[in-house]
């Protein structure tokens, strides 16, 4: 059977033994804080893919669709590029290739920047904005099943957490760079 095909139960299951037999051979293993990343790996990579098979058929990937919902959610509808990956968590390449592709759509603009030439300014279009509307409505259902056993005490006690967790991985790496 496919790792896909497997309820992800079953595979976190396996990667939890999986790090328990590392475990076996070196004691030092963080066995907890191991499985909690890889689990939140998985997650993640398991609501990027969702998300893309539900975009595919309107053309989008996820990081498309990110950075069209960066836009939306902005005051005026804009940004720039370099703006856009730190949002998006795509690099500047990457970032290229999506603008050209939302552009030729017509979901998006890229003119110079009124204050500065050298820099490019991003914008939402009509086109782009009503597609947002269309797609985001559709993504409801599966957010309230997703969350449908959580109380809103269980939602907000992992939205603090996962901010702690966030708030820990910036202070490590400020300590990195220092």
Same mark, same amino acid.
């Given at each position: 059977?496919?790792? =896909?095909? =497997?309820?992800? /139960? &079953?595979?976190?299951?396996?990667?939890?033994?999986?790090?328990?037999?590392?475990?076996?051979? +070196?004691?030092? #293993?963080? @066995?907890?804080? @191991?499985?909690? +990343? =890889?689990?939140?790996?998985?997650?993640?990579?398991? $609501?990027?893919?969702?998300? &893309?098979? *539900?975009? *595919?058929?309107?053309?989008?990937?996820?990081? &498309?669709?990110? /950075?069209?919902?960066?836009? $939306?959610?902005?005051?005026?509808? +804009?940004?720039?590029?370099?703006?856009?990956?730190?949002?998006?968590?795509?690099?500047?390449?990457?970032?290229?290739?999506?603008?050209?592709?939302?552009? %030729?759509?017509?979901? #998006?603009?890229?003119?110079?920047?009124?204050?500065?030439?050298? =820099?490019?300014?991003?914008?939402?279009? !009509?086109?782009?904005? %009503?597609?947002?509307?269309?797609?985001?409505?559709?993504?409801?259902?599966?957010?309230? !099943?997703? $969350? !449908?056993?959580?109380?809103? *005490?269980?939602?907000?006690?992992?939205?603090?957490?996962?901010?702690?967790?966030?708030?820990?991985?910036?202070?490590?790496?400020?300590?990195?760079?220092?």
């Amino acid at each position: 059977m496919a790792a =896909r095909e =497997r309820p992800l /139960t &079953d595979r976190i299951a396996a990667l939890q033994a999986g790090v328990q037999r590392v475990h076996a051979r +070196m004691p030092a #293993v963080p @066995v907890r804080e @191991v499985v909690l +990343m =890889r689990v939140l790996s998985l997650l993640g990579w398991e $609501f990027t893919s969702g998300l &893309d098979r *539900r975009l *595919r058929p309107h053309g989008l990937n996820d990081a &498309d669709f990110r /950075t069209l919902m960066a836009l $939306f959610s902005s005051p005026d509808g +804009m940004a720039h590029p370099s703006e856009l990956c730190h949002f998006v968590t795509q690099s500047r390449t990457n970032m290229t290739r999506i603008s050209d592709a939302l552009v %030729a759509r017509g979901l #998006v603009t890229r003119t110079p920047s009124v204050e500065d030439r050298r =820099r490019i300014v991003m914008r939402i279009t !009509a086109k782009g904005e %009503a597609l947002v509307r269309k797609l985001l409505p559709r993504l409801y259902p599966i957010l309230i !099943a997703l $969350f !449908a056993g959580f109380s809103a *005490r269980d939602k907000q006690t992992l939205e603090t957490t996962l901010l702690r967790l966030a708030a820990a991985l910036d202070a490590v790496e400020a300590r990195k760079e220092a």
